[in-house]
């Protein structure tokens, strides 16, 4: 199965700050979604990029897609403490499934 | 807002033990499913299922089964837990289409094989 591997695997950074994380995959995709995971919880949907868009916002998101590349990245703006988390990319292929990346840990100091 | 539970947020078994881990999601969604998320590997889809009654095997389906009887609920089997089945279970669920829609995730199931 294709899976999405997300680069850097961790970044810190200061509140108020950018903090801009990249996934790259291997085969063609239906669409490609980002998720953030909080300490010891579910993951959560943050955002879906369709194979046929190059970018889309989402209050301080912004995902961009390449699929000359196979490359997309999260881009979050003015970071907040709340932001620290792990994030993790998925490419959607065939049957309704997701490939999920090992994921990226973001600390937010404040 | 969809809700997506799982029946136990921490697990403690035995080697051996028949483990039954259980999801119930309110949305009406046809597929749901079972994910076990190790650090440094990622999730890995166990089993999915697209239907009652109706499963399919993902990336790493050893030593696991699932029961799909009603729409609602998705169980995850562990026949006779072994210490490399500790890990975070992770159960989700979403509507079906052409290509793939967002999955909504529940909180999780910590289960330590002891």
């Known amino acids: 199965s294709q899976q999405g591997e997300e680069d850097p695997q961790a970044l810190s950074i200061q509140e108020g700050e950018n903090a801009t994380m990249n996934c790259s995959y291997k085969t063609g995709i239906n669409n490609l979604q980002w998720y953030r995971q909080n300490s010891g919880r579910g993951l959560v949907h943050l955002i879906l990029i369709r194979s046929n868009e190059r970018e889309k916002h989402s209050g301080r998101l912004r995902v961009t897609l390449d699929t000359s590349k196979k490359s997309s990245s999260l881009l979050i703006t003015a970071s907040r403490a709340a932001d620290t988390a792990s994030y993790f990319c998925?490419?959607?292929?065939?049957?309704?499934?997701?490939?999920f990346g090992k994921g990226n840990q973001v600390v937010v100091i404040p | 807002d969809v809700k997506v539970t799982q029946s136990s947020r921490y697990l403690v078994k035995r080697t051996g033990e028949k483990v039954f881990l259980e999801c119930v999601q309110d949305m009406d969604h046809e597929n749901m499913f079972w994910y076990r998320q190790d650090p440094g590997l990622g999730l890995r889809l166990i089993y999915f299922?697209?239907?009652?009654?109706?499963?399919e095997k993902g990336d790493i389906p050893e030593g696991y089964s699932v029961s799909r009887e009603k729409k609602e609920r998705f169980s995850l089997i562990l026949e006779s837990a072994s210490t490399n089945q500790t890990s975070m279970y992770l159960c989700a669920s979403s509507p079906t289409g052409f290509s793939s829609y967002e999955q909504y995730f529940g909180p999780g199931t910590r289960l330590t094989v002891t």
């Open positions: 299922s697209y239907d009652v009654k109706m499963k």
């Open positions: 998925a490419t959607a292929y065939g049957n309704n499934r997701l490939a």
